[in-house]
């Protein structure tokens, strides 16, 4: 089972920050925080990943707090192009493999 | 960022024939693929995880004679749905690490494919 939880969706209005919310407070102390977005009928897109420390990188933000239990992902300016299904998941270290298990996601649907 | 491609994107099979579908990456060795399969307006569900050179790992209730999967080299990993019928019908999608497998491994990225959609009719 997925280890967080997200709410089903959000709106975003165009040009604005998008904040994406993740709740997982079973988290390991060395379990790694993933986020990947779906656009309709694609494959998964790698975003972002940190552990504890805050991220940043050309797409998006990572905001970790500080007690790891929950992190919120930040698209500083959305565009409709970003209108997507956000999964945030945590690394799950099974059989020694880095299995990703993804949730229900957060629709993000970014308008005009 | 690393390439992970999949072939082909979409198929169409009759029921009872076996189809494949090849996940390769095309810039990195990928000691791990990852096979997941996604229907309409759900999440993705990992199938198994396969290691080159090994047998692949399934998850609970996938039916591994029914989905066999083969990691023969490092940048190639196959899915051959056998004997496929409608309810198989899906999006199968793939997935790539090159990082170090085991608890103590880096926060290495795991890359997904365009995905393969299969029409079994």
């Known amino acids: 089972d997925a280890k967080t939880t997200q709410p089903t969706s959000m709106d975003c209005a165009e040009g604005r920050a998008a904040n994406l919310p993740c709740n997982h407070s079973?988290?390991?102390?060395?379990?790694?925080v993933y986020w990947y977005r779906q656009i309709h009928s694609q494959g998964p897109q790698y975003i972002i990943h940190?552990?504890?420390n805050n991220e940043t990188n050309e797409m998006a933000s990572l905001i970790i707090t500080e007690d790891r239990k929950s992190s919120t992902l930040i698209l500083p300016h959305a565009t409709l192009r970003d209108t997507a299904v956000y999964y945030c998941?945590?690394?799950?270290?099974?059989?020694?493999?880095?299995?990703?298990?993804f949730g229900t996601g957060t629709r993000l649907l970014v308008s005009p | 960022g690393a390439v992970v491609s999949q072939h082909p994107s979409r198929v169409i099979c009759k029921s009872g024939t076996s189809v494949k579908i090849e996940c390769r990456s095309l810039?990195?060795?990928?000691?791990?693929m990852f096979w997941y399969r996604q229907f309409p307006k759900q999440s993705l569900m990992l199938m198994a995880t396969?290691?080159?050179?090994?047998?692949?790992?399934?998850e609970q209730g996938v039916e591994k004679d029914k989905f066999l999967i083969n990691h023969a080299s490092l940048t190639l990993s196959t899915l051959t749905v056998t004997s496929a019928h409608p309810e198989d019908s899906s999006f199968y999608i793939c997935?790539?690490?090159?990082?170090?497998?085991?608890?103590?491994?880096?926060?290495?990225?795991?890359?997904f494919g365009e995905g393969s959609w299969l029409t079994v009719v």
């Open positions: 396969s290691n080159e050179g090994s047998k692949a790992t399934y």
């Open positions: 998941i945590v690394r799950v270290l099974g059989t020694g493999f880095q299995k990703l298990v």
């Open positions: 810039d990195f060795q990928a000691t791990t």
């Open positions: 997935s790539a690490s090159s990082g170090t497998a085991g608890p103590h491994g880096s926060g290495n990225t795991i890359y």
């Open positions: 940190g552990l504890k």
């Open positions: 079973t988290i390991s102390g060395n379990e790694y």
